[in-house]
C-alpha cells in the first residue's frame, strides 16, 4: 500500500452535538486524538451538519433522502459532511452528487430515512433502527475506501459484522457498556445477542476498562487474547468554583436514573445520610426509567427538602453543578467506567463511588466501598463533607491520578491494536 495513515471507517451512534449519555463524549475524544494519526471517517444514524471536526468526515444519515425511482439513496452535496482540510479546489469543482443503490426486503428506504430523523436515536423501535443502520452502512461503503472497521457499541455490531463479511476487512469493536450492566449478569435477551454476535465476530475488542473486560470474558464466553482494554478519558475543561453561601452541603448525582446506576442504593443513602445532617442535599441531575419510582420513595420518606431533582440538562448546567457540589456519588452496581466521575475529580469535588466501576482503575484516591454497603457509602459521605482535611488531601491526590488520564493516551492504545489488525500500514 502506497498510502501512510491506516484508513478507519468508525462506525458510532452518539456523537456531539446529539448526545443522551457518556458514549458520544467518549467517541467524540478518541476521535480527536485519532484524527491526526488516521485517515478517519464516521458514519452516524444522525448527526448536524454544523458540528465540525478536524481532519475527520463525518457522514450522518439523516441527511439522504430516497429516491424510490431509481431505488437510490441520494445526497445533493457529499462535501457537507468533509471536514475544512479537505475541500480543495479540485473537489469544489468537480460534481458533489452522492447516489448510492438501495435495495432491501426488510427495511425501505423510506422507512431508514424516516427512522434516522427520529428525535430520539433510541427509543421503543432501537432494533428497527440498529437494523436499518446496518442496512445501509454496509451500502454505503461501496463508496469508502477503508483498512479497517472500528465499531462502537452493540447498536453497531450488526453494521460491522455486515461491513467485514462484505469487505473482509477486520473488526474491531469498541465495548462501553453491556447488556449484563444494563440488565443483570443473567440476561439473555435480544440485545445481549447481539452483542455476543458482535463480540465473537470481532477480530479485536476494546473494553473501556479491566472491569468490562472480566464481563466479556465471564458472560459471553469470549477468548481473552483478543481483549485489550483502553481507558476512557476527558476533554480539557474551564474549571471554576461557585461560591455558596446557603449553609448546605451538596452531593451530586449525574447519570442515567436505571437499574445499572443503583437508584436503590442511592436512596438508601440519602435516607441515612439525611439522619446524620440536616443540611445535606443531593442534588440527582438526569432522567431515566426509575425516575419517577425513586421521586415516589423520596416523597414517601418526607424527604423533598433534601433532593432535587434536576431532570436532563445540558453541558453548561453540569458543569455549574460541578462547580457547586461539595461531594459526587456514584453507586452504581455495573458502571464498565464512569466519566461522570472523571469529570468531577476534574472539577476538584471529593468523589464516594462503588467498587463495582472502571473508573476506579484510574482514581486512586476516591472513597469506593460496595454499590449494597450504604453504610459505609453514607459514612464515606458525611467524612467528605464535614472533614476539611479529608475533603483537601482527597482533591489534592486525585488531581495527580487525572494528569495522566487522557485521550492522547488512550487513542496510542487504540493505534497498537490498528497496527496489529492491519500490519501492513504505518501507523505513526
Known sequence: MDYGKIRVLMLGWEFPPIVTGGLGPACYGLAKALAGFTDLKIILPKSDLNFKMRKVNILGLNHFTFDPIGNELFLADYRTFLATEFLTHELNNQLAELRVPYYSYDISGFEAISLFNESDSYGINVI??????????????DTIDFDLIHAHDWITYPAGIKLKEKTGKPLLVHVHSLETDRANPDVRN??????????????????VSEYTKHS??????????????????IEA???????????QKWVLFLGRITRQKGPEFLFETIVKLSRRMTNVKF???????????????VANAGLNDAVVFTGFINRQKIEELLASADAYFMPSVSEPFGLSALEAAQFNVPCVISKQSGVNEVLFNVLKADCWDTNKLSDYLYGVLNYAGLRDTMVRLTANDIRNISWDNSAREVLKSYKRMVPQVDVV
Not at 475543561?237 to 449553609?247: C, E, L, N, P, S
Not at 442534588?283 to 420513595?297: F, N, R, T, V
Request: aromatic share 10%; charged share 25%; proline share 4%.
Open 190 to 207: 435480544q440485545v445481549y445477542f447481539i452483542e455476543k454476535n458482535g463480540l465473537e465476530a470481532a477480530d479485536h475488542i476494546l473494553p
Open 237 to 247: 475543561a474551564h474549571v471554576y468554583k461557585i461560591q455558596r453561601t446557603d449553609g
Open 283 to 297: 442534588y440527582i441531575a438526569g432522567s431515566g426509567d426509575l425516575a419517577e419510582d425513586l421521586k415516589i420513595k
Open 128 to 141: 428497527r433502527k440498529v437494523q436499518a443502520y446496518a442496512e445501509v452502512v454496509e451500502k454505503l461503503a
Open 216 to 233: 466479556i470474558i465471564n458472560y459471553y464466553g469470549i477468548n481473552p487474547d483478543k481483549i485489550s482494554p483502553v481507558y476512557n478519558a
